[in-house]
Nanobody, 116 residues
Framework: QVQVVESGGGLVQAGGSLRLSCAAS????????MGWYRQAPGNQRELVAT???????NYADSVKGRFTISRDNAKNTVYLQMNSLKPEDTAVYYC??????????WGRGTQVTVSS
């Protein structure tokens, strides 16, 4: 019954920007942390950014100063504003939603490709 859907991925030139969105819906209760992870071909999935229900954020060192995570609790939606994109940012980006009551949920991912 729970659905987590990402949107906003695409192809962009180095130095450009993209804004990802992720909306959670269905029978999920008391969402706590929300976050973004990414996985490039041949690499392990890595944390990009997380945000608590109260708005506390955490970023991977590789994206600090370039990416901004935010959320709208009323809409069960989390965003990732990505600026100054680099080819190294190319990956499938996954949205994760955590409920202490019902568990963790993942989206199917959205492709971000940054050309040099």
């Amino acid at each position: 019954q729970v659905q987590v859907v990402e949107s906003g991925g695409g192809l962009v030139q180095a130095g450009g920007s993209l804004r990802l969105s992720c909306a959670a819906s269905g029978s999920i209760f008391s969402i706590n942390d929300m976050g973004w992870y990414r996985q490039a071909p041949g690499n392990q999935r890595e944390l990009v950014a997380t945000i608590t229900r109260g708005g506390r954020t955490n970023y991977a060192d590789s994206v600090k100063g370039r990416f901004t995570i935010s959320r709208d609790n009323a809409k069960n939606t989390v965003y990732l504003q990505m600026n100054s994109l680099k080819p190294e940012d190319t990956a499938v980006y996954y949205c994760a939603v955590r409920s202490v009551i019902t568990g963790d949920y993942w989206g199917r991912g959205t492709q971000v490709t940054v050309s040099s």
